[in-house]
């Protein structure tokens, strides 16, 4: 179809460019909101998909300035010309940046500032990006999504967004299916206990290690394994450390990245999911796993309360001997997990891409509303 033939559509751009990234939450963000947004079909809205020059494959120092000038130049030439040919309305930038140099509305989801809070072992030169884009977001963009009202705070305060300009919109949850093999594979680790994510300082997956050797030592639960899926960060050496020096490599799986299948079959099998993070913007595995039916402790640090509500059983993340009463407590109580369960089942059911999808179309449709007075304004 001609875009100029429907003055009555509107088009609205999607960048994408994330996906050719890591895959991280932003990206399964980015790949999801698109995603319901098309199941969603409003008829007065047409969702243009974009995407930057695929980047390179990080090797080097080079590489990594090769990819930064990928971004920088896409962000402020090549999209502001393709949006003029495409005649975009809107476009919608769902991994924290916005284009300094497009003249039509610029939608933002902001998702954390972590790089400020938690900047151990960080890429130089991405924190010093970060520390200009992320904040020319949080101070430019017509409107800004954040994924809650805890991650709004952090935005405003270390961003210097203005509150009355962030809309806080929760997210869905990944449709996920396990594979028989994968189904094997994870029922040949039973029984364990699970947590899902990067091994980056935020996370603070090292507790989960030192606490689970707590109830190895106390003979407490000594048939579980804790497994750990995600990919290695920058606590990676300090996780294997803690592992080596509490003799617990036997009792431990490191497994990295995993395919979503596996993961599903991770959820599916798992007697326990713990979650010991310091900070998080939304926190989607607890919550994941709340709806395969497995019970959740989880740290009380901001934002994963709201996310989780009463459904989980909370703890001090600084407090290694809480956390491990915290599992004891939900492996030794069989009414306990069945509550957990249960409950956990009830609250993640609430959380849907739909439901997600629809309330960004309504900020699309206030920031184009918003925007036009201004342009009528002008002329």
Same mark, same amino acid.
């Given at each position: 179809?001609?875009?100029?033939?429907?003055?009555?559509?509107?088009?609205?751009?999607?960048?994408?460019?994330?996906?050719?990234?890591?895959?991280?939450?932003?990206? +399964?963000?980015?790949?999801?909101?698109?995603?319901?947004?098309?199941?969603?079909?409003?008829?007065? #809205?047409?969702?243009?998909?974009?995407?930057?020059?695929?980047?390179?494959?990080?090797?080097?120092?080079?590489?990594?300035?090769?990819?930064?000038?990928?971004?920088?130049?896409?962000?402020?030439?090549?999209?502001?010309?393709?949006?003029?040919?495409?005649?975009?309305?809107? +476009?919608?930038?769902?991994?924290?940046?916005? =284009?300094?140099?497009?003249? #039509? &509305?610029?939608?933002?989801?902001?998702?954390?500032?972590?790089?400020?809070?938690? &900047? !151990?072992?960080?890429?130089?030169?991405?924190?010093?990006?970060?520390?200009?884009?992320?904040?020319?977001?949080?101070?430019?963009?017509?409107?800004?999504?954040?994924?809650?009202?805890?991650?709004? $705070?952090?935005?405003?305060?270390?961003?210097?967004?203005?509150?009355?300009?962030?809309? +806080?919109?929760?997210?869905?949850?990944?449709?996920?299916? =396990?594979?028989?093999?994968?189904?094997?594979?994870?029922?040949?680790?039973?029984?364990? #206990?699970?947590?899902?994510?990067?091994?980056?300082?935020?996370?603070?997956?090292?507790?989960?290690?030192?606490?689970?050797?707590?109830?190895?030592?106390?003979?407490?639960?000594?048939?579980?394994?804790?497994?750990?899926?995600?990919?290695?960060?920058?606590?990676?050496?300090?996780?294997?450390?803690?592992?080596?020096?509490?003799?617990?490599? *036997?009792?431990?799986?490191?497994?990295?990245?995993?395919?979503?299948?596996?993961?599903?079959?991770?959820?599916?099998?798992?007697?326990? %999911?713990?979650?010991?993070? %310091?900070?998080?913007?939304?926190?989607?595995?607890?919550?994941?796993?709340?709806?395969?039916?497995?019970?959740?402790?989880?740290?009380?640090?901001?934002?994963?309360?709201?996310?989780?509500? $009463?459904?989980?059983?909370?703890? *001090?993340?600084?407090?290694?001997?809480? %956390?491990?009463?915290?599992?004891?407590?939900?492996?030794?109580?069989?009414?306990?997990?069945?509550?957990?369960?249960?409950?956990?089942?009830?609250? =993640? =059911?609430?959380? !849907?891409?739909?439901?997600?999808?629809?309330?960004?179309?309504?900020?699309?449709?206030?920031?184009?509303?918003?925007?036009?007075?201004?342009?009528? $304004?002008?002329?």
């Amino acid at each position: 179809m001609n875009p100029t033939t429907n003055k009555s559509l509107r088009r609205i751009g999607i960048d994408l460019s994330v996906l050719d990234r890591v895959k991280t939450g932003t990206s +399964v963000y980015a790949e999801c909101i698109y995603g319901a947004l098309k199941n969603l079909s409003p008829d007065d #809205i047409e969702f243009v998909p974009l995407k930057a020059p695929r980047p390179m494959r990080r090797k080097n120092i080079l590489t990594k300035i090769v990819n930064l000038g990928i971004e920088v130049t896409w962000l402020t030439a090549i999209l502001p010309f393709r949006a003029r040919r495409l005649h975009l309305d809107l +476009v919608h930038f769902p991994a924290n940046i916005i =284009s300094p140099t497009m003249r #039509i &509305p610029q939608v933002c989801t902001i998702h954390d500032a972590h790089f400020l809070t938690y &900047p !151990q072992g960080r890429d130089p030169l991405w924190s010093i990006y970060a520390h200009w884009s992320f904040r020319y977001a949080a101070r430019h963009a017509d409107r800004i999504i954040c994924d809650s009202n805890s991650g709004k $705070d952090e935005i405003v305060n270390l961003l210097g967004a203005e509150p009355e300009n962030i809309d +806080v919109v929760y997210l869905g949850l990944p449709n996920r299916k =396990s594979k028989p093999s994968d189904q094997e594979a994870a029922a040949s680790l039973k029984p364990y #206990i699970l947590s899902v994510g990067a091994t980056d300082p935020n996370k603070n997956l090292p507790a989960a290690v030192r606490a689970f050797a707590r109830l190895l030592r106390a003979d407490q639960h000594a048939g579980h394994k804790l497994v750990i899926a995600g990919p290695p960060g920058r606590d990676q050496p300090l996780l294997e450390s803690i592992i080596r020096e509490e003799n617990i490599g *036997d009792h431990v799986r490191l497994l990295g990245r995993v395919s979503d299948s596996m993961l599903a079959a991770l959820y599916e099998n798992a007697s326990l %999911f713990v979650f010991p993070s %310091f900070c998080e913007g939304f926190g989607f595995p607890p919550l994941e796993a709340m709806s395969f039916g497995i019970p959740v402790v989880a740290s009380h640090a901001p934002c994963i309360p709201e996310t989780l509500g $009463d459904a989980a059983l909370y703890f *001090d993340p600084y407090d290694i001997e809480e %956390f491990t009463a915290r599992i004891h407590d939900v492996l030794s109580d069989p009414k306990l997990h069945d509550r957990l369960a249960s409950t956990g089942l009830e609250r =993640s =059911s609430k959380f !849907q891409w739909s439901k997600t999808a629809a309330s960004t179309v309504d900020i699309y449709r206030n920031s184009l509303l918003e925007f036009e007075p201004a342009c009528q $304004d002008i002329s």
